[in-house]
C-alpha cells in the first residue's frame, strides 16, 4: 500500500510536468541537442585521450557517455529530497501529506519518483544514442552494470537524505546539494580519469562514491571486465553507501523528531 | 476561568453524544517551544528569560457531532493545539487522545480517524483536477483502488464540485478550492476534523452556505467531532456548541458562545430610534438599568441603531422597552442580538487576567 501511495504521488508528478507541454519537449529536444557536441568533442580529443583513459576503456566518447548517464542519475538522488521537502514545507503540501498514514520514506520515494524517473529516461535515451554513434557497450554485463549504478545513486541518496534534514532543521540545505555535485563533477571521473588528479586532490576523490563507481562501471560495461576484477572498488562503493545512507536516515530522523519538538514541521 | 456549563444538545441528529467517551480527549497539555537564538547571541547573554510556554495546562473534550470552536488573540496557541492533534507538534507534558489513540505514542493510529484542515490552497495540485488530488490522497490514505474511486465521487457530489470535478484546480474560485480541502478531508471518512480558520478565504455568502454545509454533513450527517479555530463571529455562535477561549496558550473561558457572551457582556439588545439620547433611556442609563454600548446612524442620520446592556435578560429588557415607548421614544425595531466575537474573547481574556 505504501507502494501504491509512492507511485501515486509520482503519477501526480509526471501529470504536472505533462501539462507543461513545450518545457516537457524542449526537454527532450535539449537531450539531443547535448548528446551530439560532446560525441564531436570526444571524437576530437580521441588521440591523446586514449592512452590516459586506457584503464577504464578505448573510446573517449564512450568514457564521458557513461560519466554523464551516472551524473544525470545522481543530480535527482543529490537534489530532489531537499527540492521537495523545502517545495512541501513553502507551499503547506508536506503538512496536508505528513498528517496521512503513509509513512515517510514512501512519501519521500513518492515527492522524488518523478525526478528519478524522468533521470532513467534521459540515462536511457543517452545510451541508446552513445550505442548509435558508435560506443561499443558489453551488454552482457549489464547486471553487473545496474548493481554499480544502483550502489551510487543509493549512495548519493544519502547525501540527498542529509541536504532535506538541514531543509527541515534549518529551511536551508546548506549547500550540500550543490557543493557534492560540483565536487563529484570534478573530481569523481565524469569527463577525466581521476588517475590525472593532482596528489593533493587525489584522496578526496576516493571518498566520492562516483569515483570507485564510475572505475567499476566502465571495466564492467566498456571493457567487459567480470565484477571479481573490480571488487576493490565495488567494496570501497560498498562502503561508502553504507556510510552515507546511515548518516542521511539518522540526520533526517533527527531532524524531523527536533521539528516536531520545536514545531517547525508545518511552518510556512 | 470562565466557565457556563457546556451546551453540548443543540437539537438534532447531528449534536453531540453525551453518554460515549468524547473523541478528543485533552488533559492538562503544556507546550513550550524552544527560543531560536543563535550561538553568539546565546554567548552573550546565556540567561536570558524563555519565552512563554504556547499552551499551558489545556484541557478539553469534544465528542462525537460536537462542533467545539477555539477562540483568542493572535499567539494564542490555537493553531499550535490544534497542530499537536494533528501530531505534527509534540507536547512537552500532559496528554492528547484521538478515539483513543494518543497522539505522541499512536500517531500512525491518529492519523487514520483524523483528518486536519489546516494547510491552504496551496496544498492541492494546481495542474490537475480537482477528480486527480483526489484520487492521489485516496492512494494516500491506503484506500483500495475499487473503493477510492468511489469515495472520489462521493466527496466531490457532497461539496458540490460533481460538475466540476474534472476541470483543472488552478482555474477554481478561492470558494471552490476550500470546498475541495473538505472533501479531500472527508475522503477517508475522518471521525475528528481540525478546522484551521476554514472560510478565511470565502465571502460572506459562501462562508454562510459552507457553515451551514459543514453543520449537516460533518455533525449531522457523519457525526464528527469538529475543533474549529476560528476568528469570525458566526462561526463561533452559529457552527460552534461551545468554544474555548485561549489567551497566551492558556483557557481563559469556555462554554457555549452566547451563554458565554451573556455572562461576560451581559444581555446586548438593540433599538432602533430617532431620538438615540431620549431623556427616557438616559435616565435608564443613570439608573443602572442599562448599559449604552454604541450608538450608529443608518447613514441619512434619521435613525439610529443603539445597543444597550441591559443586566436580567429578556424579563428585564420586556420592562425596559416598555417604559421607553410609555415615554413616547420613537422605536422601530428591538431585538437581542449577539455580542461581537471581539469584544467576549477581550473580556474573557481581560477577566483570566493575563493580557
Not at chain 2, 445597543?307 to 428591538?334: C, N
Request: glycine fraction near 8%.
Amino acid at each position: 500500500m505504501s507502494t501504491q501511495a509512492a507511485l501515486a504521488l509520482t503519477r501526480a508528478s509526471w501529470r504536472t510536468a505533462k501539462s507543461y507541454r513545450v518545457s516537457f519537449a524542449l526537454s527532450f529536444a535539449s537531450l539531443i541537442t547535448t548528446i551530439i557536441p560532446v560525441y564531436f568533442v570526444a571524437n576530437a580529443l580521441q588521440p591523446f585521450m586514449a592512452s590516459v583513459i586506457a584503464d577504464e576503456g578505448r573510446e573517449y566518447f564512450g568514457f564521458v557517455l557513461l560519466g554523464t548517464a551516472m551524473l544525470t542519475l545522481v543530480s535527482p538522488a543529490v537534489s530532489s529530497f531537499a527540492s521537495a521537502v523545502s517545495g512541501g514545507l513553502s507551499s503547506g503540501f508536506f503538512e496536508a501529506l505528513l498528517v496521512t498514514p503513509t509513512p515517510l520514506p514512501a512519501l519521500l520515494a513518492g515527492q522524488t519518483g518523478y525526478a528519478f524517473a524522468w533521470a532513467v529516461v534521459r540515462l536511457v535515451l543517452l545510451i541508446i544514442a552513445g550505442t548509435l554513434l558508435g560506443v561499443d557497450i558489453h551488454w552482457l554485463r549489464l547486471p553487473e552494470g545496474l548493481l554499480i549504478t544502483s550502489l551510487v545513486v543509493v549512495a548519493y541518496c544519502g547525501v540527498g537524505l542529509l541536504a532535506a534534514a538541514f531543509v527541515v532543521s534549518f529551511r536551508t540545505n546548506a549547500a550540500i546539494p550543490q557543493a557534492v555535485l560540483v565536487l563529484s563533477t570534478l573530481l569523481g571521473g565524469v569527463y577525466f580519469p581521476t588517475s590525472v588528479l593532482p596528489p593533493i586532490v587525489s584522496p578526496l576523490s576516493e571518498w566520492l562514491p562516483l569515483t570507485p563507481g564510475l572505475r567499476a562501471l566502465r571495466q564492467t560495461l566498456l571493457l567487459g571486465y567480470p565484477l571479481s576484477t573490480v571488487g576493490g572498488d565495488l567494496i570501497q562503493l560498498v562502503g561508502l553507501t553504507t556510510v552515507s545512507m546511515l548518516v542521511g536516515v539518522l540526520a533526517l530522523r533527527w531532524s524531523f523528531g527536533y521539528a516536531r519538538r520545536a514545531g517547525s514541521l508545518a511552518q510556512y | 476561568m470562565t466557565t457556563v456549563e457546556p451546551a453540548v444538545a443543540r437539537g438534532g441528529a447531528g449534536d453531540a453524544k453525551p453518554n460515549e467517551p468524547p473523541l478528543v480527549r485533552v488533559v492538562d497539555l503544556w507546550k513550550q517551544f524552544p527560543s531560536a537564538r543563535s550561538l553568539i547571541d546565546v554567548l552573550r547573554r546565556p540567561s536570558v528569560e524563555p519565552p512563554s510556554p504556547a499552551i499551558v495546562d489545556v484541557s478539553l473534550d469534544v465528542r462525537a457531532g460536537e462542533f467545539v470552536g477555539l477562540l483568542g488573540p493572535n499567539g494564542a496557541g490555537k493553531t499550535t493545539l490544534l497542530k499537536i492533534l494533528a501530531t505534527l507538534i509534540v507536547p512537552d507534558r500532559g496528554t492528547a487522545t484521538i478515539a483513543g489513540h494518543d497522539v505522541v505514542e499512536q500517531p500512525a493510529n491518529v492519523r487514520r480517524v483524523i483528518a486536519p484542515l489546516l494547510a491552504n490552497e496551496r496544498s492541492l495540485y494546481w495542474r490537475l483536477s480537482a477528480h486527480e488530488n483526489l484520487e492521489l490522497f485516496a492512494a494516500l490514505l491506503r484506500l483500495p483502488q475499487r473503493e477510492a474511486a468511489s469515495r472520489v465521487s462521493d466527496a466531490l457530489d457532497v461539496v458540490g464540485l460533481a460538475d466540476t470535478g474534472r476541470k483543472m484546480v488552478g482555474q477554481f474560485s478561492a470558494g471552490m478550492m476550500q470546498r475541495l480541502l473538505v472533501a479531500r478531508a472527508l475522503l477517508g471518512h475522518p471521525r475528528v476534523l481540525l478546522l484551521d480558520e476554514p472560510t478565511r478565504s470565502l465571502d460572506p455568502t459562501a462562508a454562510h452556505s459552507f457553515r451551514s454545509f459543514l453543520r449537516e454533513e460533518l455533525g449531522v450527517r457523519r457525526g464528527c467531532a469538529v475543533l474549529v479555530a476560528t476568528h469570525r463571529t458566526e462561526e463561533a455562535f452559529e457552527l460552534c456548541d461551545r468554544v474555548v477561549v485561549l489567551n497566551r496558550g492558556r483557557v481563559a473561558a469556555i462554554g457555549r458562545a452566547t451563554e458565554l457572551g451573556e455572562s461576560l457582556l451581559g444581555f446586548r439588545y438593540s433599538a432602533w430610534t430617532t431620538e438615540p439620547n431620549h431623556d427616557a433611556l438616559e435616565d435608564l442609563v443613570i439608573a443602572g438599568r442599562a448599559h449604552r454600548v454604541a450608538a450608529r446612524s443608518d447613514g441619512d442620520g434619521r435613525w439610529w441603531r443603539v445597543e444597550v446592556e441591559i443586566a436580567g435578560g429578556d424579563d428585564a429588557a420586556h420592562e425596559l422597552l416598555a417604559t421607553l415607548v410609555k415615554a413616547g421614544m420613537p422605536i422601530a425595531r428591538f431585538e437581542r442580538v449577539a455580542a461581537p466575537l471581539g469584544e467576549l474573547i477581550d473580556r474573557a481574556v481581560g477577566r483570566s487576567g493575563r493580557r
